[in-house]
Structures are given as C-alpha cells and as structure tokens.
C-alpha cells in the first residue's frame, strides 16, 4: 500500500515549451502532497507544499509563476514548468500523506520521479 | 537555519563489511530524524526513524540511535548485502506530516 506514481518518467522538451508532471497516490488519499527538486550529487529541495483544495505554499526562492502547482483532488497533484529553460533541467520528485494514518507524524510516500530535460 | 550534513559518496564496500554513514544535524529544538533510502530507478522509502533523544530506529539490519549530545543520528549495518545497493538520506522534520529537510545523499555500492 501508500504508492504514489509519476507521469511521466522522463520528458524532454524545448526551451520555451511547459510542460507537466502528475503526481497520483494510487491506494491512498493525500492531505498534502509536496514537490521537491533534486540536482545531480544534491539533496532534495523543497519547492512547495500543496493541500488539496487549497494554493499551493512555496518555499522561498521559488517562483510561483514559474512552477505552477495544483492539487485538484486527492489523489493527483500536478506541476507545470511554464516557459521552461534549460536551467529548469532537473529531477523533479513528489510526495504525499495520507490522511488520518493515525500514527504521531504522517510518513511521506515518495513517487519515482520525472528527469525534465529542457533543450 | 535547520539543516542536515552527510558524508561524501560514494562509499563502496565489500559484501558482509560493516556500514556506518554519517549524519549530522542543526536544529533549534527536538526535530524528528529518519533515514530514507532510494533504490536505483524506485521513489524515496522510509528505512527508519527516531521521534526523541536516545531512540534508536531500526529496520532490515539497519540502526540509528538520535544522539542530542553529539546531534547526530549515524547509520550502521553489522553486514551489508549487494541488496543493500542505493543512496540514503538523512533527514529531520518538526511538523506532523510536515516538511523534510534532507542532507545531500550518500550513495553506497557493494561489491561481491
């Protein structure tokens, strides 16, 4: 059980393109879904919080305009990267919590990741 | 800032060998400290975790004690396996189901 999948795995665009990443929990529902963004040799960067039904909260350092993030219900969560550039390039990984899992903190389950190489 | 440090990678070690990667932490308070693992190709997994000074987390042979003193939360296996293949994270939190903050990753090979 608490699988989250990715869609899609890899994607390669040109500069100036958006595009979008999904983010599904496929057994469970999710309070809150988070994105992060991991460089080569690099930890994990929080991006943004999102709460179903509700904005998303960015970290600081991260353009809203730029990583559009909605979570419309409670089993999908999206990220576009609008006008993407090549610094835009990276490992884009998310998160959810389940709700009402009943134990002292809520375990983040973690999706496999989108590689986005923007050329 | 709160934040979390790790040692370099990669770290590459001889099946059976024992394992100790190190994880140190800055934090104001009693953050929660956990260990992720990310096996080649799969999503982040949690391996264990501790909630309080002196709790040690274990899971598939691995260990972690939290230690305030030293604010450290280092992870050991008495004989790793090639299974045991992958990066791990050390990472802390302070919300119920709230943000992680993770050290750079640590990546571990073991050979035959």
Redesign the interface.
Known sequence: GAV?SQHPSRVICKSGTSVKIECRSLDFQA??M?WYRQFP????M?MA?SNEGSKATYEQGVEKDKFLINHASLTLSTLTVTSAHPEDSSFY?C?A?ERGRGV??????????TRLTVL | GNS?TQMEGPVTLSEEAFLTINCTYTATGYP?LFW?VQYP??????LLKA?KADDKGSNKGFEATYRKETTSFHLEKGSVQVSDSAVY?CAL?Y???G???????TELSVKP
């Not at chain 1, 809520?106 to 496999?112: A, D, S, V």
């Not at chain 2, 190709?41 to 949690?46: F, K, N, P, T, V």
Request: glycine fraction near 16%; charge should be positive.
């Open positions: 989250v309070t809150t988070f040799k690099k930890s994990l929080l919080t990984i998160s919590t002292s903190y809520n375990e983040q389950f973690f999706g496999p990741g | 979390v929660s992720y190709g799969e999503g982040l997994q949690l909630t994270f939190s919300n119920q189901g943000k992680l903050i993770f050290g750079q990753g």
